[in-house]
């Protein structure tokens, strides 16, 4: 398939900026992939679609404050967007500078904190911290807020980019899906019956990145760590799988195909995938001719995901990461 397929205009005004008033406020687009149905909903009405049956799988991980600005020793400017934590003192990362640094520049970011770059490994570069990585991002990291929001991080953006249930510190872009839960509506899904359990995905930064492959086959996913708790395994066994979120999907389909409860995961899945676990999913509205927007086309169905699009943008519903979302039914 070509990546032009995978393309569609959205105006700028419908970019989510900032989240909804509450978390719960969201609208919700539901899409029964089976017959092509659409209907506009509220994300309140969420847990009248879920049933004793279902298994709902929420993603725990944690966004770390993974951008970090400062000066080489040279004098020039640099931003580093910590893409992994690799070791208590070493991190990969993507680097913006006015010439790629060389193995052996020295950094000085956020309060003076001392890094020096180790090499480059493809895209991203190794650097090595004077202290500990966790701390210095903790004390003086910003927000990781996706490129397409233009404003500086602020306190709403602290606490509302991330989820209520994230628990393990790693990812450096959030599980959007999961930002319009609060604890009230995880416990009316919970009072339907439903189970609730977690993996981990460790969501990374090339999740922005655009797919550069004019023949989408061709296209080749970064890497992210995702596990599987045994709880979770046993929990969706013989029910009916509600992913919230791709990084859930692509943390359960993964398993299901390489026998794997934890590890590293490259799965790029688009349309011609057969989903093994997962019936339904829980997602936000994503970038054209990105690799999300291809996995919902196959999880939905290309031709009813770009109906579903172009009747969300004609309905004014907001976008990507701070904006609306929708419940997929799988296609048959």
Do not use: W
């Not at 910590?82 to 950094?107: C, F, N």
């Not at 349309?271 to 970038?287: D, K, Y």
């Not at 976008?319 to 296609?331: P, Q």
């Amino acid at each position: 398939m070509k990546l032009a397929d995978f393309d569609y205009q959205l105006p700028q005004q419908l970019i989510a900026q900032h989240p909804a008033r509450e978390r719960t406020a969201s609208r919700l687009l539901h899409l029964d992939g089976r017959s092509g149905k659409l209907s506009d909903l509220a994300f309140a009405d969420l847990p009248g679609l879920v049933e004793a049956r279902d298994a709902v799988v929420l993603n725990d991980t944690r966004v770390i404050k993974a951008r970090l600005f400062g000066r080489k020793a040279s004098g020039g400017r640099v931003e580093l967007f910590i893409e992994r934590i690799a070791g208590e003192y070493e991190a990969l990362g993507l680097m913006r500078a006015g010439h790629s640094p060389k193995p052996g520049t020295r950094l000085s970011v956020g309060d003076g904190a001392a890094v020096e770059v180790l090499g480059r490994e493809e895209d991203l570069y190794r650097v090595r911290f004077a202290e500990p990585v966790a701390a210095v991002l903790e004390r003086c990291g910003n927000v990781p807020l996706p490129p397409y929001i233009t404003h500086r991080p602020g306190p709403e953006d602290r606490e509302r980019y991330q989820t209520v249930y994230a628990r393990n510190p790693g990812a450096v872009a959030a599980p959007t899906a999961g930002l319009h839960f609060d604890e009230a509506m995880l416990k009316k899904v919970a009072e339907k019956g439903a189970s609730i359990s977690t993996i981990t995905l460790h969501v990374g930064a090339g999740t922005f990145l655009p797919v550069r492959a004019e023949i989408i086959e061709q296209h080749r996913m970064h890497k992210e760590h995702y596990e599987i708790p045994p709880g979770t395994h046993d929990a969706i066994a013989g029910r009916r799988v509600l992913a919230v979120g791709t990084t859930t999907l692509r943390a359960l389909e993964t398993a299901a195909l390489t026998g794997a409860q934890s590890g590293e995961t490259d799965l790029f899945i688009h349309p011609g995938f057969r989903f093994r676990v997962v019936e339904r999913l829980l997602t936000n509205f994503h970038l054209p001719r990105s690799s999300l927007l291809m996995l919902v086309s196959a999880f939905g169905g290309l031709e009813n995901i770009r109906r579903a699009y172009a009747h969300a943008i004609r309905e004014r519903y907001r976008f990507f990461s701070y904006g609306d979302a929708m419940l997929i039914e799988k296609a048959a």
